[in-house]
């Protein structure tokens, strides 16, 4: 082989290495989206309106009613079509959708209270679970018992500003000092209490205390509620102030939608918890979890014989102000907020 | 005489490079039986650490899924290493233009390795949003500075007898740099290059940590949330095999670029 040979080579075999992939990659996009449109050929061709929504975390259970609402093609129904912003760690949805990257995203009442102390205003339109299932957990052999066991013991969490202020106040309540380290941790809750990495943590009862049962940990369990913190609404959609402005149609249909998709998905656990699977194909290796997760949340969506989504004065009311009273809500320069107007923080009125 | 010796030192030349993958392929099991016995002779959870066979499994049974996800990641990986290796290649000429440029440019080249990822991943996200561009710009960052600089001291390094031979026959700067600097500089730059396809699939996980669509990064993201480690641990395998045979095919162009120094390599 000559030197241009060889010269030529080098240059060609990466080339031809890099056309290959993409030809691949392309070819296979075809065939998705081939089959995507051929079954979506039934229905009627309308303008529809391309709206995206950002996901608070890999899909759960508390997106159940958004994909029931999807897959039954009840947005397209609206003439919305929805896509999904998959969840990142290093973007939270409250900065998509106040910056416009997103319609509407999932947030929850403690975010919703920090981004308006910020100055990065979202507004919650729908609570998804009407009452609050969140729970600090310990390992029932851990021997702390009750709340004020937790005080100097190891706290994993999320690393937001405002759990150290709450738990603090939830340990007080109980009589004891709200001292406790404070560690951010960055893997499964429920392996880092298995392995005692950490001593207790917050979780949510309708995930990763069903994960818990399923592997066996027996959990002692202080719901928040339950020990001197208002009730309050976690997860909650939001929506931004520009876009509550502009497109109240939208959010209208949009809010229509969804509601038809967590009605849906409070009468039917099993053929909801299936669709959640089925749409997010090898995204649950144990569904299990997922049906049994349902079964916790379908009732729990809304109190029976109430509309699903509504969300009360009370609510936004009660835990906001209690954060801002535990110095949990700091503004843009670190400076904790102290008051706040609570009502711009919410609104029922895009429900249907 | 020569003619006939020749495919017979060709065959053991080959034989005696399988051969030299030997160690490595005896450690590697060692480890792997190492790692399985421990697991399963202690009480590690396989949902803290699954063994080496539960993880080649479950990529089997996933891999319908799986492979869809390792096709987009090594699309960002090959357009995001192509573009980097043109880049460093143009910098490494730029910087080796004057001292004036490279004491310049040199310290922001730098700079450009020491940005936290997590630092720039908002930014990305609203800029670029969802799409190919956010992987492909993280992949070029981790990947043109191993080339520019081990492309640029290979330019540094070459040969001053042959240089002034070049100056005395009147050749002009960009044949030097053409004909004699380029070329010496070549075992230079493939060293940067392997370098860099090593790093490169790590970057675009990473860039589909930030945000993504579809790729590993985001699998291994929703796998854990799912408390699924062993599917964490079979994306993992994935990206070593990506990342290896990235390598490997590096190896090859150096091979067919620049055979003779290959035969230096072995002896």
Redesign the interface.
């Known amino acids: 082989?000559n030197s241009r040979a060889?010269?030529l080579?080098?240059i060609a075999?990466?080339v031809i290495?890099?056309i290959v992939?993409?030809g691949?990659?392309v070819l296979?996009q075809r065939g998705a989206t081939t089959t995507t449109t051929s079954s979506l050929g039934t229905t009627k061709t309308v303008s529809l309106t391309h709206m995206t929504l950002a996901l608070d975390?890999?899909?759960?259970t508390n997106h159940t009613g958004i994909y029931v609402a999807l897959a039954k093609g009840w947005y397209r129904n609206q003439g919305i079509d929805l896509q999904l912003?998959?969840?990142?760690?290093?973007?939270n949805p409250d900065?998509?959708v106040s910056?416009g990257?997103a319609d509407v995203g999932i947030s929850a009442t403690e975010s919703v209270v920090s981004d308006y102390a910020i100055g990065q205003p979202v507004v919650s339109i729908a609570a998804i679970i009407q009452h609050n299932t969140s729970a600090l957990v310990a390992r029932a052999d851990s021997g702390l018992d009750r709340p004020r066991d937790l005080d100097g013991k190891v706290y994993g969490g999320g690393g937001a500003a405002y759990e150290p202020a709450v738990v603090g106040e939830i340990i007080k309540h109980d009589g004891g000092k709200g001292v406790f380290k404070n560690v951010t941790l960055n893997?499964?809750p429920?392996?880092a209490l298995?392995?005692k990495q950490v001593d207790f943590e917050w979780i949510f009862e309708g995930w990763e205390g069903i994960?818990a049962q399923r592997?066996g940990l027996k959990l002692n369990t202080f719901y928040i509620t339950d020990n001197g913190v208002s009730d309050y609404y976690t997860p909650t959609i939001i929506a931004g102030p520009n876009e509550i402005k502009q497109k109240p149609d939208l959010l209208r249909r949009f809010m229509a939608a969804t509601s038809q998709g967590y009605e849906f998905a409070r009468a039917h656990t099993q053929e909801s918890a299936q669709i959640l699977i089925d749409q997010n194909?090898?995204?649950?290796?144990?569904t299990g979890?997922v049906f049994a997760s349902q079964d916790y949340l379908s009732p729990r969506y809304a109190d029976p014989g109430r509309k699903w989504g509504l969300q009360d004065a009370a609510a936004w009311h009660g835990y906001p102000e209690f954060m801002l009273s535990s110095n949990g809500i700091l503004d843009a320069s670190g400076k904790p907020v102290k008051s706040m107007n609570f009502d711009a923080l919410y609104t029922n009125q895009f429900l249907p | 005489m020569s003619i006939a010796a020749q495919p017979e030192y060709a065959g053991s030349a080959s034989l005696r490079r399988i051969a030299g993958y030997g160690p490595a392929i005896v450690l590697l099991v060692t480890l792997i039986l190492l790692w399985e016995l421990t697991v399963s002779a202690s009480q590690i959870s396989p949902r803290l650490l699954p063994s080496p066979f539960a993880i080649v499994q479950a990529l089997f049974d996933n891999w319908d899924v799986i492979s869809g996800h390792t096709l987009q990641t090594l699309l960002e990986t090959v357009i995001g290493l192509g573009i980097a290796t043109l880049l460093g290649l143009a910098l490494a000429v730029l910087l080796d233009l004057s001292s004036w440029i490279r004491r310049a440019v040199y310290p922001l080249l730098v700079i450009s390795q020491t940005i936290p990822i997590i630092a720039l991943a908002p930014l990305l996200v609203i800029w670029f949003g969802y799409d190919l561009a956010p992987k492909v710009i993280v992949v070029t960052l981790y990947c043109f500075f191993p080339i520019a600089v081990a492309c640029a001291d290979g330019l540094l390094g070459t040969d001053t007898d042959l240089l002034r031979l070049m100056q005395s026959m009147r050749a002009s700067r960009w044949q030097i740099l053409w004909l004699v600097r380029l070329p010496g500089a070549m075992p230079s730059f493939f060293s940067g290059m392997r370098i860099a396809a090593t790093y490169s699939v790590t970057g675009a996980i990473v860039g589909e940590y930030v945000a993504a669509y579809r790729g590993l990064g985001l699998y291994m993201e929703e796998a854990a949330h799912s408390f699924a480690v062993v599917l964490v641990f079979a994306a993992v395998l994935v990206t070593a095999v990506l990342s290896l045979l990235l390598f490997g095919f590096v190896s090859l162009l150096e091979r067919i670029a620049l055979p003779w120094y290959q035969g230096a390599e072995n002896r």
């Open positions: 082989m060889r010269l080579l080098t075999l990466p290495l890099i992939i993409v691949v990659f296979q975390w890999t899909p759960n912003l998959p969840y990142s760690s290093n973007i900065t998509l910056t990257k893997v499964d429920i392996q298995k392995s994960q592997e194909k090898g995204a649950f290796p144990d979890l």
